[in-house]
């Protein structure tokens, strides 16, 4: 869902039943159209031309956390009556548009990496399940590896927050799906993240916040683990 411009009041559209807030006293998203979601098809293989031409040697789409293609994906979110809504394969179109698009742009000896909210965690919502399907439909699309997160959709979602608690859905996606996974989500020591190399729950281990909190986090990960560096 996207805002339009000013104009409407509040800035958005109310349509209904085609579009949901967050929460209660959200404005109401306006639905996209299919000239709309062109565009932003569009804007995706824009934005791969621009990240090539500044030197990034990797493309990710980010299609989780309640952003615009995880939107399109939960039946929690997704209630359009269209070719992009209803059933698991409309509400992956959008997905394997951009997909598409993306993987035009780029030289194909360039990874490209998808991120994903695994599930929901709520009931009725998208799932682990939905996850290795979707995997499954993405990799000959050109797809490389599945950057395993969750959440972010759903307000009232019971998410078991603990160390390393996604990792388990990185490892039931790369077994399911036959493709390479990335695990993310409160993995902070050299010993932890190997171990879940180790075990071959994923294939890559991403961090971010740990190296927010410790930039040498890498160069304490080698003597932990008797790296040479």
């Known amino acids: 869902n996207a805002a339009i411009p000013p104009g409407e009041p509040n800035g958005w559209q109310i349509v209904a039943p085609s579009a949901v807030p967050f929460r209660e006293g959200d404005p109401i998203p306006h639905a996209l159209s299919k000239a709309e979601i062109q565009s ?23 299609g989780a956390h309640g952003y615009l293609i995880n939107e399109f994906l939960s039946p929690v979110s997704n209630l359009r009556e269209d070719e992009y809504g209803g059933d ?17 742009e780029m030289p194909r000896e ?7 909210s695994a599930t929901d965690w709520v009931d009725g919502g998208w799932t682990v399940e939905d996850s290795v399907a979707l995997a499954r439909i993405v990799k000959p699309l050109g797809v490389d590896l599945i950057d395993t997160s969750s959440g972010g959709n759903a307000l009232h979602a019971t998410i078991p927050v603990g160390p390393g608690y996604q990792v388990p ?16 989500g409160m993995i902070t020591e050299p010993a932890q993240a190997e171990s879940v190399l180790a075990s071959g729950q994923a294939d890559i281990v991403l961090l971010a916040r740990e190296l927010l909190r410790d930039p040498y986090f890498p160069m304490r990960a080698a003597q932990a683990l008797g790296a040479p560096v």
Do not use: K
């Not at 698991?88 to 035009?104: G, P």
């Not at 399911?176 to 990335?182: F, K, M, P, V, Y």
């Open 169 to 184: 859905l990185s490892g039931q996606i790369r077994e399911e799906a036959g493709i390479l996974t990335g695990a993310v």
């Open 88 to 104: 698991f394969e409309n509400r992956l179109r959008f997905l394997r548009e951009v997909i598409h698009a993306v993987r035009h």
């Open 110 to 116: 360039m990874p490209l990496f998808l991120r994903i």
């Open 40 to 62: 932003l098809v569009a804007a995706f293989a824009a934005a791969t031309r621009r990240a090539i031409a500044a030197g990034f040697e990797v493309i990710e789409i980010h």
